[in-house]
């Protein structure tokens, strides 16, 4: 699927420059993308646990942005209570709402997507109500600066005196934050791979290993020159990073996180093998809630403004990178990291369209034909690898 | 049929198999579970295509070259399996002629579809409205529904493949009863049983198949069959070195289960296992012998965490201490361990690797506070596989890819790995070839060896026999018999599963 990534991407680089448009690579074009689809990357990373259970897809999740967004608005520009209690607030009903799900779907065994689309239009009526059908705008300030900022951030007034020093201190700070993170990702890997070594396991080649290094390095640092050119860090970069890499490590490292596997591969087994699929199931829903509330207040902070239509259609893009990243519709397969890559494809998609100038009734239609393409391809290149 | 052969990828299901039947008769095929029977109608019916087989299937006269069901079902031969096949939730009628629809250009005729089912209904003695559904009736009735379902298809040759399983002794006897009936009007059926008293009772002829050949045809009018010749036809080979030997070194009782209950988790007040005790010895191997549908798995799963079955009552010892398996978790901390029956259904995880298939039921063992330690991981899975002598590229291949042998090896492994001191084996060499069956009994023996106990739940009784220490036999539920495994022979075990059969049905004649 990366590849696929690469290739749309490297496409409507060609399609924007032939129709002198600019460039998909500008670097205020490339922190427009990050700040347009973190939100997507949030959702996706938690509706990829629940379709790692066997298909399971959670449709509420768009509802849930609104709901929980309408309360973060109400809470923290209407009653103007302390910023991070109401954060904290938003955080547990959105907890609570997955729990609500979870406990229907895991202990009650009715179909996810039933409790889910109850769960859709329950949360959005009540998104509605909260707000009795109208927008809260704007936010304060200080909450905005918690999710739209950037680091490092230089005040206006050095913006204002000295332009090309505020530039050169954002592209010094932020090549250096991306060095950084290179030598400790080098370092870490060196580390491990000595580790193994000394107790005699197996390790990839040399060759290889380097290569991957040099390649994930090579990515962070162009995109650290890119971002440096602009604004420098989006705070929400390091949010969905955080978040990306604690669940990637979740999945793949730890033993709660096969169990996910493990219950969409083979349910009967699992359960056989002593896992508690229940229990699986109710984490997996409770924390698609969770992680909804953050895309929540995320969003509200990107719109400035609480609206009950807030999230429409969320829930199918979340659904749809994940399947764009490989996840399997029947459960079992699939990884954080895919799910991400599809959210960017599905991102690109819709920047690129933009940039062209398409039509958006045009953009709809081309964006639901390179789903199926992009999964197609997908499923065509798997059965490619599987016969040789 | 003649000379029919049929090879599955590693096994030879059917060698060189010839039955004739004649028009008009019932011909019982009989065998132990896996001999054949099932195949040898399959490829009757055309479910095996031409191709797929060798050999000539003549049906009056003519040879036929059956591609699929439709073809064999226009010449009236009709198959009906022991799964019945019916839409629990369309009507009587609906379901006989599904797929046979009564009426024309698309359009069903529904006053011909009912009228038509409520007349083949009254031929096989059912009184329900054909617009009663399928749900609403007992399985007993739903397979009289078959079979006038097989009349509607102007049927000559009817295949009946274990048709009274499920079915209790009265709704059996109108079964074969009206088999008699149908013979009368010339119908002919091919009847696969495991129940002698029903072949006796209703059959002309009986085939006996063991290990996909014929072994014996007996025809009532000139030779005179007892259960008892029938029986020394289907077990009767002799056991040579198909068994790897072990001297036995038999420790105390180590787990003991008395007083076991369990109820069927959908019909409440049927006890699928009804005061079972068993005692296991270290060092043991304890095989449970009995037939399919017996209550060996129920019972085996009802036991490790509870995985089956309802208000399951009864007392778990573990050397001497009452023990309570409420979960599976804790079943497997105990040191149990239960190697299904069904290694794709709900053994492996199929779209795992070989890895982490084998760590999957102690995760505890390669992690440290929940986090998966890899290299472990892998280690231990190169161990095992090479310690079962598992055919495989790397262990990192998808376990979907391995042949049955081969799953099961994994499977055996991934309990071993869960360090069990009872390990309970269920069916573990059901459709494997014999090398790989060889293996498997000498983990058994090696197992033992180790001081560990292996409870040996098989319905092959030469491997029952071969590799048990001691054996109990289970049938409806109950514990009927308990021998040690060198007097054990399976006549013995049959004569004891048939006559505690009679027991029952005795019972039923008082009430």
């Known amino acids: ?388 | 049929m003649k000379h029919i052969t049929k090879t599955f990828p590693g096994v030879k299901a059917l060698d060189d198999v010839s039955i004739e039947v004649q028009e008009g008769e019932i011909h019982a095929l009989v065998g132990e579970n896996g001999a054949g029977k099932s195949t040898l109608m399959n490829v009757l019916s055309g479910i095996y295509p031409f191709g797929t087989y060798s050999g000539d299937i003549v049906f009056n006269g003519n040879v036929c070259k059956f591609q699929n069901i439709k073809d064999s079902e226009k010449l009236g031969i009709v198959i009906i399996h022991q799964e019945l096949a019916l839409v629990p939730l369309l009507t009587i009628g609906e379901n006989m002629f599904l797929g046979n629809e009564r009426g024309n250009k698309g359009k069903i005729n529904w006053a011909e579809t009912f009228g038509k089912a409520d007349e083949l209904l009254k031929m096989v003695g059912l009184k329900e409205s054909s617009h009663t559904l399928i749900k609403d009736i007992g399985v007993g009735k739903q397979q009289l529904v078959e079979i006038a379902k097989a009349l509607g298809k102007n049927v000559k040759l009817l295949i009946l493949d274990e048709p009274t399983a499920s079915l209790n002794d009265t709704e059996a006897k109108h079964l074969l009863d009206l088999l008699l009936q149908f013979k009368k009007k010339g119908m002919t059926s091919i009847l696969i049983s495991h129940k002698l008293n029903e072949v006796s009772y209703v059959a002309d002829k009986i085939t006996v198949i063991r290990d996909g050949s014929v072994i014996q045809s007996l025809d009532k009018s000139k030779d005179s069959f007892t259960e008892d010749t029938i029986i020394s036809a289907m077990v009767g080979r002799n056991l040579t070195d198909r068994f790897p030997k072990r001297v036995p070194h038999i420790g105390d009782v180590c787990f003991e289960v008395k007083d076991w209950c369990v109820d069927h988790p959908v019909f409440e007040g049927i006890k699928v296992c009804d005061h079972v005790n068993l005692k296991v010895r270290k060092g043991e191997v304890v095989g449970i012998s009995g037939l399919m549908g017996a209550g060996r798995t129920e019972l085996a799963m009802s036991i490790f965490g509870h995985s089956y079955g309802s208000d399951i009552r009864g007392h778990v010892y573990l050397d001497g201490q009452e023990v309570h398996f409420p979960t599976v978790k804790s079943a497997i901390r105990h040191g149990l361990a239960y190697v299904t029956e069904d290694r794709k259904g709900n053994g492996l995880i199929l779209s795992e690797s070989i890895c982490r298939n084998t760590s999957s039921a102690k995760p505890e063992k390669i992690s440290h506070h929940s986090i998966i330690n890899f290299d472990k991981e892998r280690e231990v899975a190169k161990q095992y596989v090479k310690e079962m002598h598992t055919k495989c590229a790397t262990i990192d291949e998808d376990v979907v890819n391995l042949s049955g042998g081969n799953m099961q090896k994994v499977l055996l492994g991934k309990w071993l790995f869960a360090d069990p001191d009872i390990l309970i084996l269920d069916e573990p060499t059901r459709g494997i070839d014999v090398g790989a069956k060889y293996e498997i009994y000498c983990i058994i023996n090696r197992m033992v060896e180790e001081g560990k106990s292996v409870i040996f739940i098989s319905s092959e009784m030469p491997e029952i026999l071969g590799m048990s220490d001691r054996i109990y036999v289970m049938n409806a539920g109950k514990m009927i018999a308990e021998m040690p495994g060198r007097d054990a022979t399976q006549e013995k075990i049959m004569a004891c599963i048939i006559n505690s059969d009679k027991g029952v049905q005795a019972a039923a004649a008082e009430a």
């Open chain 1, 1 to 388: 699927m990366f590849i696929a990534l690469i290739v749309v991407m490297l496409l409507f680089q060609v399609l924007i420059v032939a129709t002198d448009n600019g460039s998909l690579f500008a670097p205020s074009n490339i922190t427009n993308i990050i700040n347009q689809n973190a939100y997507v990357v949030i959702l996706a990373t938690g509706m990829l646990l629940c379709i790692l259970t066997g298909g399971n897809i959670d449709l509420s999740v768009g509802s849930i942005v609104a709901f929980v967004g309408a309360i973060a608005g109400t809470l923290i520009a209407n009653l103007h209570w302390n910023i991070y209690a109401a954060i904290l607030v938003c955080l547990l009903v959105g907890i609570l709402i997955g729990a609500w799900h979870g406990m229907w779907i895991a202990f009650v065994h009715i179909p996810p997507f039933i409790v889910t689309l109850a769960g859709m239009l329950l949360w959005r009526g009540a998104a509605l109500i909260v707000l009795n059908g109208l927008t809260i705008s704007p936010m304060p300030d200080k909450y905005l600066s918690l999710f739209t900022s950037y680091l490092p951030s230089v005040s206006y007034q050095m913006l204002n005196d000295n332009p090309d020093k505020a530039m050169a201190l954002t592209f010094t700070v932020t090549m250096i934050v991306a060095v950084v993170c290179c030598i400790v990702l080098v370092i870490s890997e060196f580390l491990q791979r000595g580790a193994k070594r000394r107790k005699g396991y197996e390790t990839t080649a040399l060759g290889l290993f380097i290569a991957r290094l040099v390649l994930f390095c090579a990515v962070i640092l162009v995109v650290a020159s890119l971002l440096g050119r602009d604004k420098g860090i989006p705070v929400i970069l390091i949010i969905v990073a955080v978040i990306v890499a604690v669940y990637a490590y979740y999945t793949q490292n730890t033993v709660p996180g096969r169990y996910l596997y493990a219950l969409g591969g083979n349910a009967k087994a699992a359960q056989l093998s002593g896992v508690n699929t229940d229990h699986v199931m109710f984490f997996a829903y409770t924390n698609m809630g969770f992680l909804s509330a953050v895309a929540a207040l995320a969003c509200v902070a990107r719109f400035n403004s609480a609206a009950p239509t807030a999230g429409t259609n969320y829930e199918m893009d979340a659904i749809g990178s994940c399947f764009i990243g490989g996840a399997s519709a029947y459960g079992g397969t699939g990884t954080v990291g895919g799910a991400v890559i599809g959210a960017i494809f599905m991102g690109v998609l819709n920047n690129g369209m933009s940039i062209l100038g398409v039509d958006s009734n045009w953009q709809k239609a081309v964006k639901g034909l390179v789903l199926l393409l992009a999964v197609l391809f997908d499923v065509m290149s798997k059965k490619r690898k599987s016969s040789k």
